[in-house]
């Protein structure tokens, strides 16, 4: 099998893993790669657990399809856009359920749990409502992409985007995880948040360690 084979079966079987956790329900959301000057898509209209790697689009960084005997997911202007505009390998887009209501009621999710600080702000934004697979809805959300990794997207869903697939799904998965634990807590009664400056201390401690890691790995 080729690194390129290898990496699309990733693609589907992070794809198969969104519907399994329902982080997506039917054929909404989607997830691509990079693959150098080209992006690998899901197919619109196909359901996750029937994806097969021949079912996967390529398409150019304009958003020309290559290969692919299927219509690419109708996302992809977002797709191509966040690519074009940031430094992604991966990027994924979900309607999962929490983050999905708080961007219906929210302008953004503060900062609930340090975690938030992953997305590389203190807050996670929510982008004006513009039509799904719009070239406005891909110019709101790059916008709002440039010094972050997550965004909301108001009566729509969620957008991330990583440095490899798996960490893209991570965020995915932390982002909702978030946005649930905002919500609870708002049925309790106003949550007590984190300040930028406890949010920026966990950002600097968590860079540490990454240094420290990675210094540990190569001695």
Known sequence: MSEREARLDELVQRARMLGDSGLVIGTAGNLSIRLG????ITPTSVPYELIERSDVCVLDLDGRQTDGHRPASSEAPLHTQVYRSTDAAA???THSPFATTVACACDELPA????????GGHTVPVAEYERFGSDALADRVTAMLKDRRGVLLRNHGAVTYGSSLEEAYELTVLLEWLARI????KQLG?????SAAEVDEVAVEARR????N??????
């Open 91 to 93: 990027v994924v887009h």
């Open 112 to 119: 609930i749990h340090y975690g938030i600080h992953r997305f």
């Open 182 to 185: 905002y919500w609870q807590a």
């Open 37 to 40: 000057d080209e992006i690998a």
């Open 190 to 194: 106003e949550p007590c948040l984190l």
């Open 209 to 212: 360690r990454r240094y420290a």
């Open 214 to 219: 990675t210094a540990a790995s190569v001695e």
